[in-house]
């Protein structure tokens, strides 16, 4: 996490969500996804393999691999999404890797490539968060 390489964050993706293919540019890093509301048809694709989110499991996988993401179900998909070391990668190696290949400001300067929600989305976000909390 000192060289940027570590993140922790909450996912949610909407019904009717698409986020197209997309990978990172090595793999210093493996990518774990939490199921915390996961309905039928919330997918994710590494590779050529499909595989659908549970509550309380967890997907991990190496985004160096394309990777695309789809909610085709009816309720909101969240999962806590954490990146974290790959046990591969030599740990000699650890504190060199922001510069081997500059992935940190590589991971923050693609924050900017995606606008700012309108806020009438955050709100229709937000209303679909409380509901899926709400219905459990």
């Given amino acids: 996490a000192r060289t940027g390489l570590g993140e ?17 540019q090595n793999n210093f890093r493996l990518t774990c996804h939490l199921g915390l ?18 509550e309380g499991r ?14 085709d179900g009816k309720g909101l998909r969240v999962v806590l999404l954490l990146r974290f070391w790959n046990p591969d990668f030599p740990i000699s190696h ?8 500059n992935m940190a400001q590589f ?6 490539w995606i606008p700012p929600m309108h806020p009438a989305r955050k709100a229709k976000v937000s209303r679909l968060l409380d509901d899926a909390i709400r219905n459990r």
């Fill in 8 to 24: 922790v964050l909450i996912s949610a993706l909407a019904p009717g969500t698409k986020l197209k293919p997309h990978c990172v």
């Fill in 94 to 101: 650890r504190a060199n890797a922001a510069e081997l290949d």
């Fill in 107 to 112: 991971d923050l300067s693609r924050r900017y």
């Fill in 37 to 54: 509301l996961c309905p039928d048809g919330a997918q994710l694709r590494v590779g050529p393999t499909w595989r659908e989110w549970r």
């Fill in 58 to 71: 967890c997907l991990v996988f190496d985004d160096s691999f394309e990777h695309e993401v789809r909610n």
